[in-house]
């Protein structure tokens, strides 16, 4: 996997070039900023291998910031990343590996990724699938997505993903993806199913990681990369949150891109759903305290407005964006939020915010 990090000013662009490089498949996105100061003291801990750096920021620009980040990581890959192209030369001039235009193309961003891998030297694991469950289900290898013959065996495997390793009945599954059919006809459409699943793997070189023993299936996790698997292992047993590990928070916040299999309407995924985003709020929440107690509100503020893209009412996001807000100066914005906030409990519940929020804004 590539290691990278993402650094511009505006939390928008950042979320953009993060999904395009996850979607990717060959990019771990080891951080995302959007304070230039902050990539460099995060560098001085962290090794990667590639930066993708905006041009345009206040303080330290693109330009310096890749100065920096080469006199820390000699090695690392910079890509300059902005939406004007007169400063391309200049960008070549600082030995950067590539340039790319916002809004940036996939197909251009694998050519950049392609450079990296070469150039760096960096060596993937071919064999390995990546799994994608957050947003609409995905199968990866390398740089290219797996398609299946039909739905139900994308739904069949993203069952056997849910399961995260333990062994399931052919009668339960059956029972969940095929409730309409019974007897004989169920098993057909259960075995057919299944080949399909090997045969789009095995098309695509990877011996399908699907055991199964006395009428049970399970899906052999270590040979996956799975960001369901990933989001879970941290939050499922957290770590205090500090200046080391605040990181990791930061990279598993990232792999929820939206509603667990969201984009694939499956319904015996819809408890998994709602669990898995109640736990995204609670790690964006958590994290938002972590910043406060160091005075950096922006980042609490950018941490809640990305919460609020999942829970618009949600009551301690809403509090603390606005609190947050406050703490910054910015009254107009956080009059704006909790207006948006009173309007909307009043429309969709007929309430009036807490008590805590009109002594917040008087």
């Not at 990232?254 to 667990?260: E, H, K, V, W």
Request: glycine share 6%.
């Amino acid at each position: 996997m590539i290691r990278a990090i993402i650094v511009d000013d505006e939390r928008p662009s950042v979320e953009k070039m993060a999904k395009l490089l996850m979607d990717s498949g060959i990019v771990d996105v080891k951080g995302k900023f959007t304070n230039a100061v902050e990539a460099l003291e995060y560098l001085k801990k962290v090794k990667i291998d590639a930066a993708f750096l905006d041009i345009e920021m206040p303080g330290l620009d693109g330009f310096e910031l890749s100065n920096h980040v080469l006199d820390l990581q000699g090695w690392t890959a910079v890509v300059f990343v902005t939406a004007y192209d007169e400063y391309a030369v200049e960008a070549f001039r600082l030995n950067a590996l590539d340039y790319l235009m916002k809004p940036v193309d996939k197909e251009r961003l694998k050519e950049t990724l392609d450079r990296i891998i070469v150039e760096k030297n960096i060596q993937l694991n071919p064999a390995r699938v990546q799994l994608r469950c957050f947003g609409k289900f995905k199968v990866i290898m390398g740089s290219g997505e797996i398609k299946f013959r039909t739905g139900k065996a994308e739904e069949l495997l993203a069952f056997l993903i849910d399961r995260r390793g333990a062994e399931v009945s052919r009668n339960e599954i059956i029972d969940r993806l095929w409730p309409e059919y019974d007897g004989d006809r169920a098993v057909a459409h259960f075995n057919t199913t299944l080949y399909y699943i090997k045969k789009a793997l095995l098309q695509n070189g990877i011996e399908a990681p699907i055991g199964h023993s006395r009428g049970a299936y399970r899906l052999d996790t270590a040979s996956i990369d799975c960001d369901y698997h990933r989001f879970l292992s941290l939050v499922s047993a957290p770590k205090a949150i500090n200046d080391i590990t605040i990181s990791d928070y930061e990279v598993t916040a990232a792999l929820y891109t939206g509603d667990y299999l969201g984009g694939n309407g499956f319904q015996w995924a819809e408890r998994n759903r709602m669990l898995l985003k109640e736990k995204y709020i609670q790690l964006l929440l958590n994290m938002a305290e972590y910043f406060e107690s160091l005075g950096k509100y922006n980042k609490t503020v950018d941490l809640m407005k990305m919460g609020l893209a999942q829970e618009p009412l949600h009551t301690a996001i809403n509090y603390r964006l606005i609190k947050s807000l406050k703490a910054l100066n910015e009254r107009l914005a956080a009059a704006k939020y909790y207006n948006a906030y009173r309007r909307g409990l009043k429309n969709e519940l007929g309430l009036e915010p807490d008590a805590i929020f009109k002594e917040l804004m008087p």
